[in-house]
């Protein structure tokens, strides 16, 4: 039985391209079949791609694989959701959060996916429903990452109002709200000053954006809850939703948008590191204390960035006025300047 590949990339770059060439050569070798996406297919809100998956070969393929960084991986979701095909994303972006595989492991990763050595994660969406004023049809949309309203233009502020399971909650105006996923949490949602929410919690998060008000923090609903956002009629500016930053719609006043989870996109996954792991890594996060690497010595590095999270900590004195500055230039307490006495 043949076993089949697509490979879905941002073939405009020539990263991508070289990423692309050697795909193809290790996949053949490896005995698969490798069909490239044609990506002529247009981009509007709405689920779009559903006439278009036959064509694509998606449910012919073992897997989906993508060559690029998050926006790509996205793309790819747009062919995969609703089937059982997972994505493995090989990144040749910045952060690639969504990611599996860097660059240069990417002769391995083949290796992985012709021995079926990898695990299948099932990552929740959001349901995107907008009513629009004088329609009788909602437009139904979806996002792996996030739905944001947003402001269609600079100038003016967005007045929207919020509710939570068919409830009033609150009305301000801002630049726009975003709902994600737990899988977005860490994208634009995280910019906007929102939690990290770990992928395997079953929540949609809202985040406001930049919103005059007193009370305007971000919250968490559960698998069953639904947000509302209504753009006011005395809204100054319309509104426009975006779905993952490709599908967007535009809100005249008086639409509203509902967002609830919805289905599943499948992510091969190569490591069962904890996700603890992966935001160090993606985010290059300082993971030891101030004590580990004034004891590890100024200036060597240790004990900050990736890979310092399991370093030894050094012998460091409990009192900190007995630590001695990397110059030599004073003990214990603090030099004071002359102009300023010490205090009593």
């Not at 599908?247 to 967002?259: A, D, F, N, T």
């Amino acid at each position: 039985m043949t076993r089949r590949v697509l490979i879905v990339t941002h073939g405009g770059r020539p990263r991508a391209v070289a990423a692309l060439a050697e795909a193809l050569r290790e996949l053949k070798a490896a005995g698969f079949e490798a069909t490239l996406h044609d990506d002529a297919l247009a981009e509007e809100f709405g689920d779009h791609m559903a006439a278009n998956r036959v064509r694509e070969g998606v449910h012919r393929s073992e897997a989906v694989m993508v060559l690029g960084g998050d926006g790509t991986i996205l793309r790819a979701a747009e062919l995969t959701r609703g089937t059982d095909v997972p994505l493995l994303g090989v990144n040749l972006g910045h952060v690639g959060f969504l990611a599996e595989s860097e660059r240069e492991d990417l002769r391995a990763a083949v290796q992985r996916l012709a021995a079926r050595d990898y695990e299948v994660e099932e990552r929740a969406t959001v349901e995107v429903t907008v009513h629009l004023p004088g329609t009788a049809e909602p437009v139904v949309g979806w996002a792996l990452n996030e739905a944001t309203v947003e402001k269609a233009t600079r100038d003016r502020m967005l007045e929207v109002a919020i509710g939570v399971d068919g409830r009033p909650l609150l009305s301000f105006g801002c630049d726009g709200v975003v709902m994600a996923t737990a899988t977005g949490s860490t994208a634009h949602a995280f910019s906007g000053g929102g939690p990290v929410i770990w992928p395997d919690v079953d929540a949609v998060l809202m985040v406001p954006l930049s919103a005059h008000a007193l009370f305007a923090r971000p919250l968490v609903i559960g698998p069953r809850s639904r947000y509302t956002v209504d753009v006011l009629p005395q809204s100054t500016v319309e509104g426009v939703l975006t779905c993952d930053g490709r599908r967007e719609i535009r809100l005249p006043r008086g639409s509203r948008v509902v967002v609830r989870q919805g289905g599943t996109v499948r992510l091969a996954r190569l490591s069962n590191a904890p996700f603890a792991d992966r935001l160090v890594s993606k985010f290059s996060l300082p993971v030891s204390g101030w004590r580990d690497r004034v004891g590890s010595g100024a200036g060597s590095g240790a004990g900050s960035g990736v890979g310092s999270g399991h370093a030894e900590a050094q012998d460091v004195p409990s009192d900190p006025a007995d630590i001695k500055d990397p110059a030599g230039t004073r003990s214990g307490t603090a030099e004071i300047p002359p102009e300023l006495p010490p205090e009593n």
